[in-house]
């Protein structure tokens, strides 16, 4: 235990310093240590623990492999200090400054990091979980991932890493192949080198990135300094899209759709490039059910359990095309659908909404044109904006059915299903 009166020692004027960091030996020619760097008392193997070293001058000091495990380290000055393989068990670093430090291998089980400085913080092999970390940094892989970390030549393969702030952080040569980086900010990151290979990258934000020779997801490219999708995503064969995430960088966009929409997936994704767009779309599904709830054994409408999914995500616009099968579709005559139109628009409450009017009358018996009537009169009362495409289409744009789209029709359904979010967008600018 380390007791007793703090002996301030000072390093020799102009000393060539050598700490560890990104994994090689850099020299800090003519810097001096910390004044509170007594080399007597920090030798490799000291126990220090409860040590009372709060405020203190530790900069450029080695500390490695030491225990330092309960210290008071509060508002001390660790700056491009080696803590490589230190036991920091519960040890309080509140306010502390540890940029540039080294913290690889250390034990961080119960740190107490809040409101430290982690600017370029090098880790890697950590042990434990700190009790608290600065805002938006966390322990992932064993490294400390945050905005501006230091994370060269890290394997971070296959992570999670969904919402990380990675905002100024140096990701060179860093491998993220397979990772999920999902609604991340990697703005202003250094990416040279950065194997992002089959990484996820649904509705990240970016700019400013810096850097080249980063291999990409395939349809994906950096432009104009910012993570661009290029192409659109498979459609699958399932009959339907059940996206479980955003696809594209941008402002995010959900879609709820039936079978019109499924059948112009390419062209929405095609016109929402520059969105993060998710598209759930089921043929024979509607407000109150339908064939996508039957085939999901969902316990109830699977689009108002979608919506409320989405909405959590906080998209920048929702954009309701449903209603049609709770008009036409034989397994929803007797349901009424105006709970699950107040449900779904209630969910996007923090999202400007599109509502896509359904065609209130068609050739064919089954088709309930009272109902729908009602259902577009609740679309317009509770969507922000209000897209009645069919007013102005062209005949050629519908099919014999007087429902679907023809090829030409899912164009212009395409077109006026991206007015809306336009609109919605420049009615929040």
């Known amino acids: 235990m380390f007791r ?13 310093a050598a700490v560890a960091v990104l994994g090689a030996t850099v020299a800090l020619t003519a810097c001096e240590a910390g004044p509170d760097c007594d080399t007597g008392v920090f030798v490799r193997g000291a126990d220090l623990s409860g040590a009372d070293l709060a405020g203190k ?11 330092l495990s309960g210290a008071d380290l509060q508002g001390a000055n660790l700056t491009l200090t ?15 400054n540890l940029s540039w430090a080294n913290v690889a291998g250390a034990t961080l089980t119960g740190a107490d990091l809040h409101g430290t400085t982690l600017k370029r913080i090098h880790s890697g092999g950590v042990v434990g979980t700190p009790a608290s970390l600065p805002a938006g940094f966390q322990v992932v892989g064993g490294h400390l991932v945050g905005p501006g970390a230091q994370l060269l030549a890290a394997d971070l393969s296959g992570q999670d890493l969904r ?17 999920d980086l999902g609604g991340s900010d990697l703005t202003g990151a250094t990416i040279t080198g950065t194997d992002l290979t089959d990484a996820v990258l649904g509705a990240v934000t970016s700019g400013g990135l810096v850097g080249n020779q980063t291999a990409l997801p395939e349809g994906w490219a950096v432009v104009g300094g910012a993570l661009r999708a290029t192409s659109i995503p498979p459609h699958g064969s399932s009959g339907m899209t059940d996206d479980s995430w955003y696809y ?12 019109l929409t499924n059948s112009a997936h390419d062209q929405l994704h095609t016109a929402l490039l520059d969105h993060a767009t998710a598209i759930v779309s089921m043929p024979g599904e509607g407000f109150a059910g339908g064939q996508g709830t039957v085939a999901l054994g969902s316990p109830s409408p699977v689009m108002a359990l979608r919506a409320a999914t989405f909405a959590a995500t906080g998209p920048a616009v929702a954009v309701v095309a449903l209603g049609t099968n709770d008009a036409s579709n034989p397994l929803l005559v007797g349901t009424d659908p ?34 729908a009537v009602a259902v577009n009169a609740s679309i317009r009362a509770h969507a922000d904006v209000v897209v009645d495409w069919r007013l102005h289409a062209d005949p050629g744009d519908i099919d014999w059915d007087g429902i679907h789209l023809t090829p030409q029709g899912r164009t212009a359904f395409t077109a006026a299903l991206r007015a809306g979010v336009d609109a919605c967008e420049a009615t929040a600018s």
Do not use: H
């Open 57 to 67: 001058q530790l900069q450029l000091c080695d500390l490695s492999l030491i225990d």
């Open 4 to 16: 007793g009166s703090w002996a301030r020692g000072r390093a020799a004027s102009g000393l060539v």
């Open 248 to 259: 594209g960088a941008g402002p995010k966009v959900v879609i709820l759709g039936d079978s």
């Open 163 to 179: 919402n990380a702030d990675l905002a100024r952080a140096d990701l060179t040569n860093v491998a993220l192949r397979g990772a």
């Open 82 to 96: 080696n803590l490589g393989g230190s036991d920091l068990t519960g040890a309080d670093l509140t306010g502390a």
């Open 338 to 371: 105006m709970p699950y139109i107040d449900s779904i628009f209630g969910s996007f409450g923090g999202s400007c909404t599109v509502g896509v009017l359904i065609a209130e009358s068609a050739p064919w018996e089954q088709y309930d044109a009272a109902k």
